[in-house]
């Protein structure tokens, strides 16, 4: 059994509202889809765990038409919880089949991203992971992060880093801390996380310890 990571970028057209204003809004910030559940043609629940402000989300979410009813719960002081249901628009209908007629799996949670972007992994026989990545709707476009043999017990690289580490990786990455020649420090990175240069330097080593401990365990990113 082979598994796919894919990003899958959202042309304008096809972007929910709510994942528009979680992208655009400086108040939100990571947006998980936990898990789904289709019940028919038109009804679709949803849930979600979301990193922003619930008043914020709760304020645009009431004026979505295709949302039915949803429900709110804070997690914490900087994340909550949302399940809604909703009326699934064409255009997820359209890049949900796509993995459907190849009998594939989506393993949660789905990650959005700041650019429109899902990030997701899917798994399935090798053919059918194939005839994805040829013939996917081109109305978006699909790009393969990494290839493997999908083993339970050893997860995606990123998949036991906790929130903040992910935060970190993500915001050095931005600001350039991993490029070649080095062009921001570990200041610049802990500014950004609004931490303590210490603090912002033990998140990192964390996330890069785990990382590599589960990189040399993975197989050959091939489909054979």
Request: proline fraction near 5%.
């Amino acid at each position: 059994m082979k598994y796919l990571q894919v990003r899958v970028d959202m042309p304008a057209q096809a972007r929910h509202p709510m994942q528009e204003f979680c992208r655009r809004s400086e108040k939100m910030g990571r947006v998980e889809l936990v898990t789904w559940n289709v019940m028919s043609e038109d009804e679709e629940y949803a849930f979600f765990r979301i990193k922003g402000a619930i008043d914020a989300y709760r304020d645009r979410i009431r004026d979505v038409e295709t949302v039915r009813t949803f429900n709110l719960t804070p997690i914490d002081e900087t994340s909550f919880y949302s399940y809604v249901v909703h009326e699934p628009r064409e255009a997820d209908r359209m890049w949900r089949q796509a993995f459907v007629d190849r009998n594939l799996v989506v393993i949660p949670p789905i990650v959005y991203d700041e650019d429109t972007r899902m990030m997701l992994t899917v798994v399935g026989d090798k053919d059918d992971l194939q005839s994805l990545i040829e013939n996917f709707p081109g109305t978006f476009e699909l790009t393969v992060e990494e290839v493997g043999d999908y083993d339970r017990r050893y997860p995606t690289i990123v998949a036991d880093l906790t929130d903040r580490q992910l935060e970190a990786i993500a915001v050095a990455v931005n600001v350039g801390y991993y490029t070649v020649p080095r062009e921001a420090s570990l200041t610049a990175v802990a500014d950004e996380l609004g931490c303590a240069e210490s603090t912002a330097s033990n998140h990192l080593r964390k996330a890069e310890a785990r990382v590599m401990r589960r990189l040399v365990r993975r197989t050959p990113p091939v489909l054979v």
